[in-house]
C-alpha cells in the first residue's frame, strides 16, 4: 500500500486508491485501456512501463493498486477468476512433491484444483480442521510448504483464528494463504493477523452486482510479490481492462454494501432459528456458533452469507431452494440480489465422497441488500 493511502480510513481508499484522475483529460473516473499493445519511443521505450497489455494494463493496474491498499498489502495482483488466481499463487510457491495442507470445509472449486489437478501435478495435500489450531499442525509434515484457509469457510461458515494459525506457520517455517472471499477486506484483515497472502474471487462482494468474473491476490511481502507477478505474466490468465473496471466500480461502494449485507443476514438468522422446520443455523453471528468469539475479534461484523439444515433431508432441502422467489436460486454469491442454492447439488457437487462432503440438507443464502421484510417473507413462504 502506497504511503499516500495508509493514513486513511477503509472507505477513503476503497474510492481513491487506484484511482487517479486521467490526466489528459482529467476524467475523474480511470479510463478503460481497451487495448493490446503500445507505442513504444524507440526499442525498449516504454511510456509508463507498459507495453503489452498481458505484462501490465492501466486499468488492471489500477484495480491492482486499489486492491493492495485495501488489503494492507505491498502489491496486488488481478485474474481472470478466483481459481485463475488460486492456479498462479500454486504454481508460484509448489513444485512435485511439496505438501499443502488444506482446510476440511472449503470451495468446491478449490478442492478440485488440488484433488483433480495439482494432485496430478505431484503435489500432496492433507485435510485439517483449520478451527482447530492443533488439528492444523499434526498436519504439518517435512515436506509442507502451505496452509490454505478459508474463514469464514464456504458453505458451513466455519472459522479459523487467522492469528493462531499464522503463529504455527511462522513455527513450521510455512506460508499461509487465507481465502477472504466470503468477508472482504471490509471486514476482515488477514495480512495485518499474519497471512502471507490474501486470495479473492472478485466475482464475489468486490465486484458485488453479478456482472463480472475475477480474481485476486494480495501479499505484503515485495518480494513474493514479484515472484507472483512474473508467474502472472508468464502464466496469462489476468484480468481484462473491462473486467478490472467493472470491480473498481464495485469496490467503491463495497463498505455501505457490506454494511447492509450483515445488517439483513442478522435478521434473517433471527427468523430462521425460531422456525420450525429448521435444524440447525450456521452464522458465526450467533454466540452459540463455535467460532463466534474469534469471529468478533477479527472481523468488523458476520457478514452476509447464512447456511441452514432443514427437516426432511435432501428433498426436503432442494424443494425449499426450488419453491423461493425472490432469493434467486442460483451459485455464485456477494451480489446486490440474495441468492439461495443446494451446496450438495450446486457448489459442492465435486466434494461428494470426500472429507469435504456437505451435508444433504444444507442450503446457502447469500443475502443481498434488498429490503429484509420481503426476503424473510419469501424465506417463510419456501419453508412452507
Same mark, same amino acid.
Given at each position: ?69 485495501? &488489503? ?61 489450531? &492443533? ?201 446486490? &440480489?440474495?441468492?439461495? &442454492? ?43
Amino acid at each position: 500500500m502506497s504511503d499516500q493511502h495508509s493514513h486513511q480510513s477503509f472507505e477513503t481508499r476503497a474510492i481513491h486508491a487506484g484511482n487517479t484522475a486521467d490526466p489528459l483529460t482529467g476524467a475523474v473516473v480511470p479510463p478503460i485501456y481497451q487495448v493490446s499493445t503500445y507505442k513504444q519511443d524507440g526499442v525498449g521505450g516504454l511510456r509508463g512501463g507498459y507495453e503489452y497489455s498481458r505484462s501490465a494494463n492501466p486499468t488492471r493496474t489500477a484495480l491492482e493498486e486499489n486492491l493492495a491498499a485495501l &488489503e494492507g498489502g505491498r502489491r496486488g495482483l488481478a485474474f481472470a477468476s478466483g481459481l485463475a488466481a488460486e492456479d498462479c499463487l500454486l504454481r508460484t510457491l509448489l513444485a512435485p512433491g511439496d505438501h499443502v495442507v488444506i482446510p476440511n470445509d472449503a470451495y468446491g472449486g478449490t478442492f478440485r484444483l488440488f484433488a483433480k489437478v495439482v494432485q496430478r501435478w505431484g503435489v500432496d495435500f492433507s485435510v485439517a480442521n483449520t478451527s482447530d489450531v &492443533e488439528s492444523v499442525r499434526a498436519a504439518i509434515n517435512e515436506r509442507t510448504k502451505l496452509i490454505w484457509v478459508e474463514t469464514p469457510s464456504n458453505p458451513l461458515l466455519g472459522i479459523t483464528d487467522i492469528e493462531a494459525v499464522a503463529g504455527v506457520a511462522r513455527q513450521a517455517g510455512v506460508k499461509l494463504v487465507v481465502d477472504n472471499t466470503f468477508a472482504s477486506p471490509y471486514l476482515q484483515q488477514p495480512l495485518a493477523l499474519g497471512a502471507d497472502v490474501v486470495v479473492h474471487s472478485l466475482t464475489k462482494y468486490m465486484g458485488g452486482h453479478s456482472d463480472v468474473v475475477g480474481g485476486a491476490l494480495v501479499t505484503a511481502d515485495a518480494e513474493l510479490g514479484e515472484e507472483l507477478a512474473y508467474h502472472q505474466n508468464a502464466m496469462g490468465a489476468v484480468a481484462g481492462p473491462f473486467d478490472s473496471w467493472i470491480v473498481l466500480r464495485g469496490i467503491k461502494t463495497l463498505a455501505v454494501r457490506m454494511d447492509r449485507h450483515a445488517e439483513n443476514a442478522a435478521k434473517v438468522v433471527e427468523m430462521l432459528t425460531q422456525h420450525p422446520k429448521v435444524t440447525q443455523v450456521l452464522y458465526p453471528g450467533l454466540p452459540e456458533h463455535p467460532g463466534h468469539e474469534i469471529a468478533a475479534k477479527q472481523m468488523r461484523n458476520f457478514g452476509g452469507m447464512i447456511s441452514f439444515r432443514v427437516e426432511g433431508g435432501e428433498e426436503a432441502a432442494v424443494e425449499v431452494c426450488n419453491r423461493a422467489e425472490l432469493f434467486t436460486l442460483g451459485e455464485s454469491l456477494g451480489g446486490v &440480489e440474495s441468492l439461495i &442454492e443446494h451446496p450438495g447439488r450446486m457448489t459442492h457437487a465435486s466434494v461428494a465422497g470426500s472429507a469435504l462432503e456437505v451435508p444433504a440438507d444444507l442450503i446457502r443464502l447469500s443475502v443481498g441488500i434488498e429490503n429484509v421484510d420481503d426476503l424473510i417473507a419469501d424465506l417463510r413462504k419456501a419453508l412452507g
